[in-house]
C-alpha cells in the first residue's frame, strides 16, 4: 500500500481492505492504523483487513467517556466486532494493541492472537510503574500532554523513530513523517498513564485460543525486564524478532505477515481437528 501524502491528511477512523477470513489489526498506543500499511497489501491477498484507530488517537472517534481508560479501547474494538458482523476474529495487536487483543480473546472474540510486542505482560505491578514514569519523562519532548506545543517535525521524528524501530533509515520517509504525526495528536495519553487497571495486566494462563507472541530483540519501549517470564505451552508460541525494534513492522514487514499466517494456519488447524 502507498504510504505518500500519509503525514500530511489525517488518515480515516478505520481502514477496510481485502477478501477471507475476518482480521483485526490493533495499533499501539499514540499511534493510527497506519502502523500496519506496510504489511496492509500482503495480507489482503487472503484476509478481509479491518484497521481501526483507538478513540482520542489521531484521526480516531473521539472517546464515549472520560477518561479514556484502557477497558474502553476494548469495548471500542468489541463494537467495531459487532457493526461488522464479526462474531469473532483473528486478531493482531502491536504494544497496547496486543493487551486489547488478548482482552477480546478473553471476551471470547478471537480466533487467534498474534502480539506483537504487547504490553500488559508485566513482570511486577512496578514494571509498568517504571514504564509510565519513563514515559511522562520522554513525553514533554514529544509534546505530549495538555497545553505542550509540539516539537519541531524533523526534531519529532529524530526523536521518535529509534523508539520505534531498530533501523529507522529502514522505515520510509513518508510512513516515517505519519507515525511522528501521530505521536503530537493524541489527546488520551494523560487518561491512560492514569489509569489504576494499567499495572494489573494480563493473565496469559486465561487464554484458549492458538497464540504467537513476538518479542523485538531490539525494544527500547518494552525492554525484556518488563515481562514477566513467558513459558510456551500448546496454545502459546513465543518467538524472537531479532534486529527489530517495538513496532517491527515498520522496518521487517516479512515476519509478521508470516507470524500472522502462521497463527491464523494453527488456528484452523485446531478446528478442522
Given at each position: 500500500m502507498a504510504v505518500d501524502g500519509a503525514a500530511?491528511?489525517?488518515p480515516e477512523s478505520l481502514f477496510r481492505t481485502g477478501r477471507g477470513e475476518p482480521l483485526?489489526?490493533?495499533?499501539?498506543?499514540?499511534?493510527?492504523?497506519?502502523?500496519?500499511?506496510?504489511?496492509?497489501?500482503?495480507?489482503?491477498?487472503?484476509?478481509?483487513?479491518?484497521?481501526?484507530?483507538?478513540p482520542g488517537h489521531r484521526g480516531g472517534p473521539e472517546p464515549e467517556q472520560r477518561?479514556?481508560?484502557?477497558?474502553?479501547?476494548?469495548?471500542?474494538?468489541?463494537?467495531?466486532?459487532?457493526?461488522?458482523d464479526w462474531p469473532?476474529?483473528?486478531?493482531?495487536?502491536?504494544?497496547?494493541?496486543?493487551?486489547?487483543a488478548f482482552e477480546l480473546a478473553a471476551r471470547g472474540r478471537a480466533r487467534s492472537v498474534t502480539a506483537i510486542a504487547p504490553a500488559g505482560l508485566w513482570r511486577t505491578p512496578d514494571s509498568a510503574g517504571a514504564?509510565?514514569?519513563?514515559?511522562r519523562t520522554f513525553g514533554p519532548l514529544l509534546g505530549l500532554g495538555a497545553d505542550r506545543t509540539p516539537a519541531?517535525?524533523?526534531?519529532?521524528?529524530?526523536?521518535?523513530?529509534?523508539?520505534?524501530?531498530?533501523?529507522?533509515?529502514?522505515?520510509p520517509n513518508q510512513l516515517a513523517k505519519a507515525m511522528a504525526a501521530a505521536v503530537s495528536y493524541c489527546t488520551v495519553t494523560d487518561d491512560l498513564a492514569?489509569?489504576?487497571?494499567?499495572?494489573?495486566?494480563?493473565?496469559?494462563?486465561?487464554?484458549?485460543?492458538?497464540t504467537t507472541i513476538l518479542l523485538p530483540g531490539h525494544d527500547r519501549v518494552l525492554p525484556p525486564h518488563i515481562y514477566a517470564p513467558l513459558t510456551p505451552t500448546p496454545?502459546?508460541?513465543?518467538?524472537?524478532?531479532?534486529?527489530?525494534?517495538?513496532?517491527?513492522?515498520?522496518?521487517?514487514?516479512?515476519?509478521?505477515?508470516?507470524?500472522?499466517?502462521?497463527?491464523?494456519?494453527?488456528?484452523?488447524?485446531?478446528?478442522?481437528?
Open positions: 500530511d491528511t489525517i483485526l489489526l490493533l495499533h499501539g498506543a499514540l499511534l493510527t492504523w497506519e502502523s500496519w500499511i506496510p504489511v496492509l497489501d500482503d495480507l489482503a491477498a487472503d484476509y478481509s483487513i479491518l484497521a481501526p484507530t483507538f477518561p479514556a481508560v484502557f477497558t474502553s479501547l476494548v469495548d471500542h474494538c468489541e463494537r467495531l466486532l459487532d457493526e461488522s469473532t476474529a483473528h486478531i493482531a495487536g502491536n504494544s497496547i494493541g496486543g493487551w486489547v514504564l509510565l514514569r519513563k514515559f519541531v517535525p524533523g526534531m519529532l521524528r529524530s526523536l521518535l523513530l529509534p523508539l520505534l524501530a531498530h533501523r529507522p533509515a529502514a522505515v492514569e489509569d489504576p487497571f494499567l499495572p494489573t495486566g494480563f493473565d496469559l494462563t486465561t487464554l484458549d485460543v492458538p496454545l502459546i508460541e513465543i518467538h524472537a524478532l531479532p534486529d527489530t525494534g517495538h513496532i517491527p513492522m515498520l522496518e521487517a514487514p516479512a515476519p509478521i505477515t508470516t507470524a500472522i499466517r502462521a497463527t491464523i494456519a494453527r488456528a484452523d488447524a485446531s478446528r478442522t481437528a
